[in-house]
Structure formats: structure tokens, C-alpha cells
């Protein structure tokens, strides 16, 4: 089971720099508030979920930026496949609103995500 959720916006704006903290930190709130509307539409009870942003990439010459992340529920690591399929409630353009950013993919579970994680751990030893 994979954990990680991987995004793609179809572009950010000329000046921002996607591998800086603030960049990604603004990310992760607006991903949140994003997933709140997601559980306000389809679940009955709301959990305050959080976004940790795993990796942020692009590649030269492209204007899209992929960014895979996982979604945790105060300590539990929700499934890539849960985490998705809440965020997939929206559609693109309210994702959008949230992010301030178009979305070219929204939510797809990313199998990698593991790969990431023990790069992570292996650099934070």
C-alpha cells in the first residue's frame, strides 16, 4: 500500500521558488484547506488532516511542477488510495482556488513514495 499522494500543477508564477520552505509550507496549508472542503463534502465527521509535502520537482523547460505528499490525521498516516480518493471530490477548479495554483493532476496514488521516504530517512541520520 502506498501512502503518498502525487500532485502536478500546471504551473507556478515566474518568481516562485518551488524548492524554497516558505514555497513549500504555503503548499501544504493551502493542500489542507483544500482536504477540509474535500471532508466537509463527503464524510460526516471532520478530522483536522494535515499535508507533508515529500518531494517538489520540475523538469527543465517544462512549467508544471510535481509535488508528492502524504496526509496524516493528527500521528496516522493515511493510505495514498484514502487520501485521493478525498481530494478527488473537488473538482479542478475549486482545487485551484485553494491552491492559487492550476492543477494539471489532482490526486493520484504514487507507489514511489517509499523510495522517497528512505532517501529522507537515510539524509536526516
Same mark, same amino acid.
Given at each position: 500500500?502506498?501512502?503518498?499522494?502525487?500532485?502536478?500543477?500546471?504551473?507556478?508564477?515566474?518568481?516562485?521558488?518551488i524548492y524554497s520552505c516558505s514555497f513549500v509550507q504555503m503548499l501544504e496549508q493551502r493542500?489542507?484547506?483544500a482536504f477540509d472542503e474535500a471532508q466537509?463534502?463527503?464524510l460526516e465527521t471532520y478530522?483536522?488532516?494535515s499535508v507533508e509535502i =515529500?518531494?517538489?520537482? =520540475?523538469?527543465?523547460?517544462?512549467?508544471s511542477v510535481t509535488l508528492v505528499?502524504?496526509?496524516?490525521?493528527?500521528?496516522?498516516?493515511?493510505?495514498?488510495?484514502?487520501s485521493s480518493g478525498l481530494l478527488n471530490q473537488l473538482t479542478a477548479e475549486l482545487v485551484g482556488y485553494f491552491l492559487f495554483y492550476p492543477p494539471l493532476v489532482i490526486a493520484?496514488?504514487?507507489?514511489?513514495?517509499n523510495v522517497f521516504l528512505n532517501i529522507q530517512l537515510a539524509t536526516s541520520i
Amino acid at each position: 500500500n502506498s501512502i503518498c499522494v502525487l500532485f502536478v500543477l500546471r504551473f507556478v508564477g515566474p518568481t516562485d521558488n518551488i524548492y524554497s520552505c516558505s514555497f513549500v509550507q504555503m503548499l501544504e496549508q493551502r493542500l489542507g484547506n483544500a482536504f477540509d472542503e474535500a471532508q466537509d463534502k463527503v464524510l460526516e465527521t471532520y478530522n483536522r488532516l494535515s499535508v507533508e509535502i =515529500q518531494s517538489v520537482s =520540475q523538469e527543465p523547460g517544462s512549467p508544471s511542477v510535481t509535488l508528492v505528499y502524504m496526509v496524516k490525521n493528527e500521528d496516522t498516516i493515511l493510505n495514498g488510495t484514502i487520501s485521493s480518493g478525498l481530494l478527488n471530490q473537488l473538482t479542478a477548479e475549486l482545487v485551484g482556488y485553494f491552491l492559487f495554483y492550476p492543477p494539471l493532476v489532482i490526486a493520484e496514488r504514487k507507489c514511489l513514495c517509499n523510495v522517497f521516504l528512505n532517501i529522507q530517512l537515510a539524509t536526516s541520520i
